[in-house]
């Protein structure tokens, strides 16, 4: 099988399964819910696997699989296009994301069996996951900070997934907002890159980047470093942005360990 068609698969199963239990929203059959949502991620974990597989088998200079999906943003001389690249670094990152997502899936379908909707969490814990891959396997800035902040709505809405008690609708409430203040430092460590380097590609950032770089704490590269920190100190919840990480555990037991031992927290 071709690498554009696994990587295709990887990235969109879960999506589909999300769109399924979406469609399916009200449904208190946690049976066919959970189904649906494994196989998904079941799915996605082979893809993963295959695909490591082949990453391993190519030269150790050469250890690089793309798929370009189409021109996503091209205004002037700025390019941002929808591709994903797989490489020793990601390969390790959506062998974790589909391998734990999968087991933490198949716990919940004990956990949740109760719960009177819960084609809702599987197309919610789904969606998270579909969001984790985009973030690891972006080939640039933009794709990736897609997946960031998709993780922090699917955070959001399964910390407070029982957000008819006011206490977990609040720790939702916490978490979405104390990651949108990172957030805001992550977008300006992209803007001052692109004004650098006049890219938000990946490959030309390491191409562009120079030899000997000005570290000191007004150059450029100082700056976007550290404000891509404090995106990071959000989503893996580092002091000063820590509060919401306590109060994760407002949503279903599952959800944090989704959180914690996938890409939520591993992001930063």
């Not at 407070?160 to 409430?173: C, I, L, Q, R, V």
């Not at 989503?235 to 919401?244: D, E, G, T």
């Amino acid at each position: 099988m071709s690498e554009s068609i696994l990587i295709s698969i990887l990235i969109f199963s879960p999506l589909i399964g999300s769109l399924i239990n979406g469609i399916r929203f009200r449904s208190n059959n946690v049976s066919v819910s959970a189904g649906i949502g494994l196989s998904a991620m079941v799915i996605s974990f082979l893809s993963a696997v295959l695909l490591s597989a082949q990453v391993i088998g190519l030269p150790a200079d050469e250890r690089q699989l793309t798929l370009k999906l189409f021109d996503w943003i091209s205004v002037g001389g700025f390019n941002a296009e929808a591709a994903f690249v797989v490489d020793q670094i990601s390969m390790i990152m959506i062998l974790v994301i589909t391998g734990v997502g999968s087991l933490i899936h198949l716990f919940s379908a004990g956990y949740m069996s109760h719960d009177k909707t819960p084609a809702k969490y599987f197309s919610y814990l789904n969606l998270f996951v579909f969001n984790m891959l985009l973030l690891v396997l972006g080939d640039n800035l933009l794709v990736m900070f897609v997946g960031w902040e998709g993780v922090g709505l699917c955070s959001y809405l399964l910390i407070g997934y029982w957000f008819s008690d006011p206490e977990k609708a609040a720790a939702g409430m916490k978490a979405f907002i104390t990651n949108r203040i990172g957030d805001a430092g992550f977008l300006l460590g992209i803007f001052t890159l692109y004004m650098t380097f006049g890219t938000v590609n990946f490959t030309e950032l390491a191409a562009s980047m120079p030899a000997d770089p000005v570290t000191a704490w007004g150059a450029p590269i100082s700056l976007a470093c550290l404000f891509l920190f404090i995106g990071a100190t959000g989503k893996s919840a580092q002091i000063p942005l820590y509060v919401w990480l306590p109060d994760a555990m407002a949503g279903p037991t599952p959800v944090s360990a989704l959180i914690h031992a996938a890409t939520m927290v591993t992001a930063g």
